[in-house]
């Protein structure tokens, strides 16, 4: 797989840009500030319809504009589709599959599949368990994109039983029976019915997910790191209490019926917490609340790995998810933004050569000199200036005769 044109109209820094790719290597280098890493993020976007550095969609549109632009022509074994993102400041985004509207964005899914490694994945090591959470269901759903809707409807039902939820805990601590805490009572049984049928779903989904991906993040840990402890991923449950202990073993083989066992124990958990919950006004159980473990032999990576061993693990946590969506039978596009200068020499040879055997490779730095010479790469130097509308984004082929690139004016 690979992306063989890139278009991109007010996009964070660019007003206009349109290039062609190839497979192999590609470096876009430049000072930090001035817009390769948008290119990158696009390219990401389209595949998991996030950003790897922020949580909300409008930093996407270029300052002063109300919409933004991204497509890519995607070719895998021989077949070309074409992908298109509306951003629109204050409304939904649209999508298209080539130039068909789509009903919902989140169906370009699995259409581009990537695996972007950048400085900001020191975070699954050391940040929060929604980070982790968050890695697992990008990847999850860019190997099935049906999960997506899944996960779509689970947030969604989340939402609504988080607010009964307190609607009903404030009856309660105001000695009340009001008649909207006394309905959201009611309704909760009917919440909690489909919250635990989403969120089953889901969870199966992700156990299975991390059953397969956790020998290639062991393999991928021991090829950077040889002489460090052993790493380990696992799930971690907050059904765990209901659940048999073998079952969040990573070397269980998920059964096709296990969402339906789950949902059971789900509804039995629900209703053990309904107090407690009501009380706090929060949803305390559910895929919303659970974490991927990463352990370096017997301890936990989280605040005990050093800082090579974290930037080791965060490695090979990308590193394992290539070598899973290859297992498939599709070699994704591979991002590497800006993380050569943040690696050691061993760990640098490690990572270009998986990139040499790619079939693409999206790189991003800062000089020349952070870029392994073994990648051969076609190279373009991206420079910003800054204009009457703003900080703009130039990009120009580095070759014998420097040229710039089409469709930036």
Known sequence: MFVRALSLRDFRSWDSLRIDLTP????????????????????????????????????MIRTGRSQAFASATVVNSGRELSIDLEFNDGKSNRGRINQSPTRRPREILGI????????????????????????????????????????????????QRSALLKTAGGALRRGSRSEDGASALATLDVWDGHLATHGAQLLAGRLGLV?????????????????????????????????????????????????????????D?????????????????????????????????????????????????????????????????????DVFAELDRFRRQALAKVAVDAEQVLITAAVPEDVPEELHA??????????????????TATSDATKEIPGDE
């Open 24 to 59: 192999g290597c590609t470096v876009f280098i430049g000072p930090n500030g001035h817009g390769k890493t948008n290119i990158l993020e696009s390219v990401g976007y389209l595949s998991t319809l996030s950003s790897h550095r922020v949580s909300s969609d409008a930093p």
């Open 269 to 337: 958990e629900l209703e053990a917490m309904r107090s407690k919950e009501i009380e706090r006004g929060v949803c305390l159980v559910g895929p919303h609340r659970d974490d991927l473990e990463l352990e370096l032999g017997d301890t936990p990576a989280k605040g005990f790995a050093s800082h090579g061993e974290s930037w080791s693990f965060a490695l090979s946590l990308r590193l394992g998810a290539f070598s899973l969506l290859r297992s498939d039978g599709t070699d994704p596009v591979l991002l590497l933004d």
């Open 112 to 159: 581009l599949q990537t695996v972007m490694f950048a400085p900001e994945d020191l975070s699954l090591v050391r940040g929060d368990p929604g980070d982790r959470r968050r890695f697992l269901d990008e990847l999850l759903c860019t190997r099935l994109p049906r999960m997506a809707a899944v996960r779509a409807d689970y947030d969604k039902v989340l939402r």
């Open 211 to 267: 059953h397969e991906l956790a020998p290639f993040v062991s393999d991928a840990y021991r090829s950077l790191a040889p002489a460090s402890r052993p790493a380990r991923i696992r799930y971690r449950s907050s059904l765990a209490a209901s659940l048999p202990p073998e079952y969040l073993d990573p070397a269980r083989r998920p059964e096709p019926d296990d969402h339906v066992f789950l949902r059971e124990k789900f509804v």
């Open 378 to 395: 076609t190279r373009f130097t991206v420079e910003a200036h800054d204009t009457e509308a703003g900080r703009v984004s130039r990009i």
